[in-house]
């Protein structure tokens, strides 16, 4: 199943918002985490073709989700809730949410610039110096040890 394309742009203003609203009953930490990972965001928008900077940006959001399920846990208030509170605190459990929705789009984002998740496919690009030959495919090369 194809996921429909969203701007990265629209997540980072939707998480923005959430993690504001968020951080009137959570300050401190849950604002330090969620902020940086928009900021690493904002480096994805601004710089189009870095795989790294997607990659950081989808990297930090899944290690977010962990941390405000952990934050929200922790600190969430106990006493009687005022009405702002209790918006606050929902807007966090939203957010929390919202954030693997967010990874799967912004997993599409990551695969659409040429990235992958995993190890590396490119086995034959290296080339030792004593063999002035091309690099032959992966098929049709035979493992023979060199002595030095």
Request: glycine share 6%.
């Amino acid at each position: 199943m194809e996921l429909p394309a969203v701007n990265l742009k629209a997540i980072l203003l939707v998480h923005w918002l959430l993690a504001i609203w968020g951080c009137i009953v959570f300050p401190g930490a849950y604002a330090w985490s969620n902020f940086t990972i928009l900021a690493l965001g904002v480096w994805a928008v601004a710089q189009r073709d870095s795989i790294d900077a997607i990659s950081m940006f989808l990297g930090g959001l899944v290690v977010t989700i962990f941390l405000d399920i952990v934050h929200i846990s922790i600190f969430y208030p106990r006493a009687s809730l005022s009405d702002t509170e209790r918006f606050s605190a929902g807007m966090a459990i939203v957010s929390t949410l919202l954030k693997p929705v967010s990874c799967c789009f912004i997993y599409q984002m990551h695969r659409e610039r040429g990235a992958f998740l995993g190890p590396s496919q490119d086995h034959s690009a290296y080339q030792t110096i004593d063999s002035p030959e091309a690099p032959a495919d992966l098929e049709s090369r035979a493992h023979v040890p060199q002595g030095y």
